[in-house]
């Protein structure tokens, strides 16, 4: 089975015309194309569907019917994690309503003036959460990822929507993104990275996870113990239709080794893939082999 490329999916024709739907005719005429679009991946999207059958068969014991369902739903809750993307750019976030959990951590963590590290997940919507958290909690969010992200549905979302409101800090092998990090972190401002997608060949820490061997990317946990900022794991989960709930989790402080950070966040994440199960967005062999 398939491992993470460390690319994203998706065609500029398709942002296109669901851009086209948002602004013509409404979220809710968005999302029922949606219906239409996530039915025929699920038919002939055979590698994604694979990949999330084994997963929830391995680490949540669904099999079946319920599985195939759960498929079906993960897909389309996906499409509307991208069409919400389009719309919060759009300036249509007061149609959505936010619910946020411990958010005093956030604030506690501005107030102190050390910046933070937010480790999530491709769970929910993050990219919506990064967007939230630019204006309500900082002035300024910076999102480290690979920026693998096609070339030519970037420059139309940019164009088209005003693009995203956070910064993002690209992953290079010279290194230079711990840099950036360092500095951001000096301008008291957060730093959100993902821990939970390891490429091939990429260093790794192998851990417990839903009863499975899982390895994680080692990067974000070093990270997170080499500098002298508070860590939290924040998710934004969809809860309804038009509605996410935001959570983050008491900040760590004091360095800790990258595996002892590991198996906090693991145990977080536990939690949320088991109360969000059709939101975990990894279409890949997730679990060591």
């Given at each position: 089975m398939s491992r993470w490329?460390?690319?994203?999916?998706?065609?500029?024709?398709?942002?296109?015309?669901?851009?086209?739907?948002?602004?013509?005719?409404?979220?809710?005429?968005?999302?029922?194309?949606?219906?239409?679009v996530t039915f025929y991946y699920y038919?002939?999207?055979?590698?994604?569907?694979?990949?999330?059958?084994?997963?929830?068969?391995?680490a949540l014991q669904i099999t079946g019917r319920e599985a195939q369902q759960l498929i079906r739903r993960n897909f389309y809750v996906f499409g509307q994690t991208l069409v919400d993307?389009?719309?919060?750019?759009?300036?249509?976030?007061?149609?959505?309503?936010i619910r946020f959990e411990n958010e005093q951590y956030l604030i506690n963590i501005r107030e102190e003036g050390k910046g933070g590290i937010l480790l999530s997940a491709h769970l929910g919507n993050w990219e919506t959460a990064?967007?939230?958290?630019?204006?309500?909690?900082?002035?300024?969010?910076?999102?480290?990822?690979?920026?693998?992200?096609?070339?030519?549905?970037?420059?139309?979302?940019d164009v088209s929507t005003g693009g995203?409101?956070?910064?993002?800090?690209?992953?290079?092998?010279?290194?230079?993104?711990?840099?950036?990090?360092?500095?951001?972190?000096?301008n008291n401002e957060l730093i959100a990275i993902h821990a939970d997608r390891y490429m091939e060949g990429?260093?790794?820490?192998?851990?417990?996870?839903?009863?499975?061997?899982?390895?994680?990317?080692?990067?974000?946990?070093?990270?997170?113990?080499?500098?002298?900022a508070p860590v939290t794991f924040v998710f934004a989960a969809k809860d309804g239709s038009r509605s996410y709930h935001l959570s983050a989790t008491q900040p760590v402080y004091g360095r800790m080794k990258?595996?002892?950070?590991?198996?906090?966040?693991?145990?977080?994440?536990?939690?949320?893939?088991?109360?969000y199960p059709e939101q975990w967005f990894n279409y890949f062999n997730f679990f060591s082999e």
């Open positions: 490329d460390g690319k994203t999916r998706g065609s500029l024709t398709g942002y296109k015309i669901f851009l086209y739907f948002i602004r013509t005719f409404g979220l809710g005429a968005a999302y029922g194309l949606l219906k239409i038919l002939f999207a055979a590698r994604p569907r694979a990949a999330l059958k084994s997963f929830y068969s391995q993307r389009a719309a919060f750019l759009l300036g249509k976030e007061n149609e959505f309503r990064g967007n939230l958290l630019r204006g309500r909690i900082t002035a300024s969010i910076n999102v480290v990822m690979l920026d693998a992200e096609v070339e030519s549905i970037k420059k139309f979302m995203s409101r956070f910064r993002i800090i690209a992953i290079k092998d010279d290194l230079s993104h711990v840099i950036a990090i360092r500095n951001a972190l000096i990429a260093r790794f820490l192998e851990v417990d996870f839903l009863g499975n061997k899982a390895k994680l990317p080692m990067g974000p946990f070093v990270i997170a113990s080499k500098f002298d990258p595996q002892e950070m590991a198996l906090l966040y693991v145990a977080e994440l536990e939690k949320k893939v088991r109360d």
